[in-house]
């Protein structure tokens, strides 16, 4: 069955970084659509980045030129490269993946999440 791993959240302080990684097995991810979601507690939650399997992104309006989402289709793993942290994006991070040929506003794949949390 389709396995998705994030590692690499943790503590930072305001204005740091972090480095988010979504292994993926038995999941090519150079084939799918992938995204990264958040949650903060009481708050819904947040699209906050996705690439296709063509290579085009899309970030939300609130992460737009701070965070980067790639993947290495070598290592089949997906990341979420987040600079200038504020205190607002504190929140569980999911990995999640679309089927074949699908999008990714509904992955029907997701990891187990990594917590970020910024002070």
């Known amino acids: 069955h389709v396995q998705l791993v994030e590692s690499g959240g943790g503590s930072v302080q305001t204005g740091g970084s972090l480095r988010l990684s979504c292994a993926a097995s038995r999941y090519p991810v150079s084939l799918y659509c992938m995204a990264w979601f958040r949650q903060a507690p009481g708050k819904g939650q947040e699209d906050v980045a996705s690439m296709n399997s063509d290579g085009s992104t899309r970030y939300a309006d609130s992460v737009k030129g701070l965070f980067t989402i790639s993947k290495d289709n070598v290592k089949n793993t997906l990341y979420l490269q987040m600079n200038s942290l504020n205190p607002e994006d504190s929140a569980m991070y999911y990995c999640?993946?679309?089927?074949?040929?699908?999008?990714?506003?509904?992955?029907?794949?997701w990891g187990q999440g990594t917590q970020v949390t910024v002070s």
């Open positions: 999640a993946g679309s089927r074949y040929g699908g999008s990714c506003s509904s992955p029907p794949y």
